[in-house]
């Protein structure tokens, strides 16, 4: 079938630590894959995307690379902050509709 | 940049009354938004997608009925929640679909805070 998991939250990381938030994905063929954040009462908003295989994204010092030998995408961050707190989304996407498949959401907590 | 926006960002009602979201986006042009509902500490359900100048599609489970969507141009979608009931209390997220420059990314609007009562 079609789908995106990631691991089990929450994430509880001190500050300055590394991070990794894994997701794996089952597609036919090779479809964009995305990470959003969500932080407390607010939309999602994008925060790296890559289109093909071995393509890397990153921004705001987060990255995932594409890998379609293992079909994940996982995300990660040489040193987090407080402000990293958040909900983390992976996603992949549907060329032909459009539509983004979720994983179930994985929550982080920085403390200071 | 692309930038979508919600309005409004709260709204209480009490039962029976319809409520309308409006879903814009501010930079680009979309002829395709899609509807969201989370629940509290849960992913994002698709409800539907919004296509400009024709009929909106609904994911299984959602009642066109009681979800009316419009989307009357490139850069306005509209969601009312008609006869609304408690049980119709949640955040509701739009997003819209930016295929600019031959990329194809979602930008989702802030969100609306709809309780019912």
């Known amino acids: 079938g079609n789908s995106v998991t990631q691991m089990e939250g929450p994430v509880t990381l001190s500050e300055e630590a590394f991070l990794t938030i894994n997701c794996t994905y089952t597609?036919?063929?090779?479809?964009?894959l995305f990470w959003y954040v969500q932080y407390p009462g607010e939309g999602l908003q994008l925060l790296l995307k890559a289109t093909k295989a071995d393509d890397k994204g990153s921004n705001k010092g987060f990255e995932a690379t594409y890998r379609k030998e293992t079909t994940s995408f996982h995300l990660e961050k040489g040193s987090v902050q407080v402000s990293d707190s958040a909900v983390y989304f992976c996603?992949?996407?549907?060329?032909?509709?459009?539509?983004?498949?979720f994983g179930q959401g994985t929550t982080l907590q920085v403390k200071p | 940049g692309a930038v979508v926006s919600q309005h409004p960002s709260r709204v209480i009602c009490k039962s029976g009354t319809s409520v309308k979201i409006e879903c814009r986006s501010l930079?680009?042009?979309?002829?395709?938004m899609f509807w969201y509902r989370q629940f509290p500490k849960q992913s994002l359900m698709l409800m539907a997608t919004?296509?400009?100048?024709?009929?909106?599609?609904?994911e299984q489970g959602v009642e066109k009925d009681k979800f009316l969507i419009n989307h009357a141009s490139l850069t306005l979608s509209t969601l009312t929640v008609t006869s609304a009931h408690p049980e119709d209390s949640s955040f509701y997220i739009c997003s819209a679909r930016d295929r600019r420059g031959g990329s194809d990314t979602q930008y989702f609007g802030p969100g609306t805070r709809l309780t019912v009562l």
């Open positions: 597609a036919t063929g090779y479809p964009s």
């Open positions: 919004s296509n400009e100048g024709s009929k909106a599609t609904y």
């Open positions: 930079d680009f042009q979309a002829t395709t």
């Open positions: 996603a992949r996407g549907s060329s032909n509709t459009g539509k983004l498949i």
